[in-house]
């Protein structure tokens, strides 16, 4: 019912920055009723919950993304985005969109919780 199509991955050097797009469509999509999310996903490690943001617009973020990245969304364009500043070698992972369509006032946190998923756009920081 929901499609999402990431962008905006890349190769990086430590210390600079990638803004990744996620566009999303369906039918009869409105995006009052849906939370937005990025997870990530190393080699060799399961996938891990970076931040999430509702369609109020109120966010949430895993530790290791405090201070350093940014989730927003813009309703009108039916889009999300997940700005990284200053990366690390440890953000190295294929980084998922996702979507949660029944979500209320709290931003998911788990990956349970979301109903669509992106195929994933990779992201390398490495110098």
């Known amino acids: 019912q929901l499609h999402l199509v990431e962008s905006g991955g890349g190769v990086v050097q430590p210390g600079g920055s990638l803004r990744l797009s996620c566009a999303a469509s369906g039918r009869n999509f409105n995006s009052y009723f849906v939370a937005m999310g990025w997870f990530r996903q190393a080699p060799g490690k399961g996938r891990e919950f970076v931040a999430a943001?509702?369609?109020?617009?109120?966010?949430d973020y895993a530790d290791a993304a405090k201070g350093r990245f940014t989730i927003s969304r813009d309703n009108t364009k039916n889009s999300a985005y997940l700005q990284m500043n200053n990366l690390k070698a440890e953000d190295t992972a294929t980084y998922y969109c996702?979507?949660?369509?029944?979500?209320?006032?709290?931003?998911?946190?788990?990956?349970?919780?979301?109903?669509?998923w992106g195929q994933g756009t990779q992201v390398t920081v490495s110098s």
């Open positions: 943001i509702t369609h109020h617009g109120n966010q």
């Open positions: 996702a979507a949660d369509r029944g979500s209320t006032w709290s931003p998911p946190r788990r990956e349970e919780e979301y109903d669509f």
